[in-house]
């Protein structure tokens, strides 16, 4: 399997566009021959510090967002060359409407499931 993991940051008044978009796109990656999961995560918890981790502390729920919104993308295609051709076709369908709602580009990790 080839994965994506993707951090978008968001302008805070686009939420409702972008959370909307993150659907129309999902729905069309599912189309897509050769891909086996899509998931958008919107960042809504953090944690306090390491210390509540060991601690086994829950998290704490966002109760506002500054200057931006953070989402992730988890993407899951069978192979390197599923994804170039998918994430091809998404740019050309999506580009221009992603653009007008983040504040920055996004972070692109790729790799191969190790387990």
Not at 9 to 23: N, P, S, V, W, Y
């Amino acid at each position: 399997m080839f994965n994506e993991i993707c951090i978008y940051e968001a302008k805070i008044e686009k939420q409702d566009e972008i959370e909307e978009l993150m659907k129309e796109v999902a729905d069309f990656y599912l189309a897509q021959s050769g891909v086996v999961d899509v998931k958008y995560i919107k960042r809504t918890h953090r944690q306090e510090d390491f210390n509540a981790v060991k601690e086994g502390k829950s998290s704490i729920r966002l109760s506002r967002y500054v200057g931006k919104v953070t989402y992730i993308l988890y993407w899951v295609l069978e192979d390197e060359e599923t994804h170039a051709r998918i994430s091809k076709l998404g740019l050309e369908k999506f580009y221009k409407r992603w653009n007008r709602c983040l504040t920055t580009m996004p972070k692109i990790l790729l790799g191969e499931n190790i387990v």
